[in-house]
Structure formats: structure tokens, C-alpha cells
């Protein structure tokens, strides 16, 4: 088993930035990826980021230019992601989730933190 404790979040203006991190444990695998995805009531997750500990990463279209995906160097486990959101907006307002996949596949979630994204 993986568990994800997930922080950040919150209420944020348009334009403005936010950060979110996730931090790893239990049976962590040399392999893996760790990523960030967003639901919206009534619609499927989607990816925003993810990254893989090589350090690989991949961006949804609209994310990019934007977000910043990355994973902290922490005693060299590489076991927290961060996810630098900048020039966020409106329509990005969403419960944010975690996401820890396994070489074989097996995907782990955090329990997802709130974005607002409003004046």
C-alpha cells in the first residue's frame, strides 16, 4: 500500500498562483510516477501533471506554460511532488487529487484538496 498526504489548496484570484504537494509513503517502488489530477462535479478526472522519478514529466495542453510540475530531492527518495500553479483561472476551480502509479500499473489517490479559483 501507498499513502499520499496531500497540502495546499485553497482560495486563490484569477491570476494569481498556488501551490500544492504531496508527500509519498509506505511501499514506494524504484519505479513509479506521481502526478496531479482535477475533478469537476459531473465529469471525469483529468490529468494536469505528472512526472516520473527520472523526472520525465507530461503537462495537459492547458496546463502548460503555467504549472510546473516537480519532485523534491528529500534525502535523495524523491517521494514528494510539487505542483506550481501560476495565472490560474476561473474555470480551473476544482477538488485537485494525487495520483502514485506503480511500474505494474496500480494507481494510488490522495484524498484531493480544494482549488478555488475566484474574486
Known amino acids: 500500500q501507498v499513502q499520499l498526504v496531500e497540502s495546499g489548496g485553497g482560495l486563490v484570484e484569477p491570476g494569481g498562483s498556488l501551490a500544492l504537494s504531496c508527500a509519498a509513503s509506505?511501499?514506494?517502488?524504484?519505479?513509479?510516477?506521481m502526478g496531479w489530477y482535477r475533478q469537476v462535479p459531473e465529469k471525469e478526472r483529468e490529468l494536469v501533471a505528472s512526472?516520473?522519478?527520472?523526472?520525465?514529466?507530461?503537462?495537459?495542453d492547458s496546463a502548460k506554460g503555467r504549472f510546473t510540475i516537480s519532485r523534491d530531492n528529500v534525502d535523495n527518495a524523491k517521494n514528494t511532488v510539487l505542483l506550481q500553479m501560476n495565472s490560474l483561472k476561473p474555470e480551473e476551480t476544482a477538488v485537485y487529487y494525487c495520483?502514485?502509479?506503480?511500474?505494474?500499473?496500480?494507481?494510488?489517490w490522495g484524498q484531493g484538496t480544494q482549488v478555488t479559483v475566484s474574486s
Open positions: 495520483s502514485y502509479r506503480t511500474y505494474g500499473g496500480t494507481v494510488y
Open positions: 509506505g511501499r514506494i517502488s524504484a519505479i513509479n510516477s
Open positions: 512526472i516520473t522519478r527520472g523526472g520525465t514529466t507530461l503537462y495537459a
